[in-house]
C-alpha cells in the first residue's frame, strides 16, 4: 500500500513569492493535515481537510491556505513568502480525521526561503 | 506553557543501552498518545500508540502512559545504531466542533547511539 506523497521534495524561493505543495494521500483516506516543523517551533499544526472541506486551522497568518480535491490530494499554498517561512511541511493523512485515528505522514517539502 | 513539553536532548547512549525517552503534557483531557520517530530528512513515522493509561509492549520499544501525573515514556531496550533519530511525542489537541482534531507535538528528543 503506498504511502503518503508529497511533491516535490525541496523548493527554492526567494521573499515575496508564492508556493504551492502538494500531497497525495494512503488510498482510502479522507482526512489530510498540514503541519509546518521548524528546529524552533517543532512541529506545528496548518489546517485539517475533509472531503473538500476546511475543518480545523491552526495559528498561521492567512497568507497560508489550503485545498482538498475530491480525490483527496490535497495542495497548500503560502503567499508573499518571508524568510521566516523556511521549513519542513509535512502532510499526514488518516481515515476520517476523527479522535484517535493513527495519522500517517509524508516525507515532507523542504522550502527554503532566500 | 505548551500543552506538551518534552526534553530536546540532544542523548548519546551506548549501543546495548537502555533508553528513556519523557514528556509531560497539561491537558487533562487527552485520551490519545503517540510516539513518532523521525530520521533525518524525512517525515515522522508512527512508533507506538497508546490510549489512556497503561503500558504498551512492542518488540525492544514500551511506551507507558500515566495519567494522575500526566506523563508519557517510551522506553528502547538493546539500543541499537539504526535507533538514531528524533523521537517526538504526541497527544490529540484541540477538537474542532466540526469533529475533527489535531495532534499536539513535543519539540522531539534527538538521540544517538553510539556504536
Known amino acids: 500500500k503506498a504511502g503518503v506523497t508529497q511533491t516535490p521534495r525541496y523548493l527554492i524561493k526567494t521573499r515575496g513569492q508564492q508556493v504551492t505543495l502538494s500531497c497525495s494521500p494512503i488510498?482510502?483516506?479522507?482526512?489530510v493535515s498540514w503541519y509546518q516543523q521548524t528546529p524552533g517551533q517543532g512541529l506545528q499544526f496548518l489546517f485539517e481537510?475533509?472531503?473538500?472541506?476546511?475543518?480545523n486551522k491552526g495559528n498561521f497568518p492567512g497568507r497560508f491556505s489550503g485545498r482538498q480535491f475530491s480525490n483527496s490530494r490535497s495542495e497548500m499554498n503560502v503567499s508573499t513568502l518571508e524568510l521566516g517561512d523556511s521549513a519542513l511541511y509535512l502532510c499526514?493523512?488518516?481515515?476520517?480525521?476523527?479522535?484517535?485515528?493513527?495519522?500517517?505522514f509524508g516525507s515532507g517539502t523542504q522550502l527554503s526561503v532566500l | 506553557q505548551k500543552e506538551v513539553e518534552q526534553d530536546p536532548g540532544p542523548l548519546s547512549v551506548p549501543e546495548g543501552a537502555i533508553v528513556s525517552l519523557n514528556c509531560t503534557y497539561s491537558n487533562s483531557a487527552f485520551q490519545y498518545f503517540m510516539w513518532y520517530r523521525q530520521y533525518s530528512r524525512k517525515g515522522p513515522e508512527l512508533l507506538m500508540y497508546?490510549?489512556?493509561?497503561g503500558n504498551k509492549e512492542d518488540g525492544r520499544f514500551t511506551a507507558q502512559v500515566d495519567k494522575s501525573s500526566k506523563y508519557i515514556s517510551l522506553f528502547i531496550r538493546d539500543s541499537q545504531p539504526s535507533d538514531s533519530a528524533t523521537y517526538l511525542c504526541a497527544s490529540e489537541g484541540a477538537y474542532s466542533g466540526a469533529g475533527s482534531y489535531q495532534l499536539t507535538f513535543g519539540k522531539g528528543t534527538k538521540l544517538s547511539v553510539i556504536p
Open positions: 488510498s482510502g483516506h479522507r482526512s
Open positions: 481537510y475533509f472531503s473538500e472541506t476546511q475543518r
Open positions: 497508546t490510549y489512556s493509561s
Open positions: 499526514a493523512s488518516s481515515r476520517s480525521g476523527v479522535g484517535g485515528e493513527k495519522l500517517f
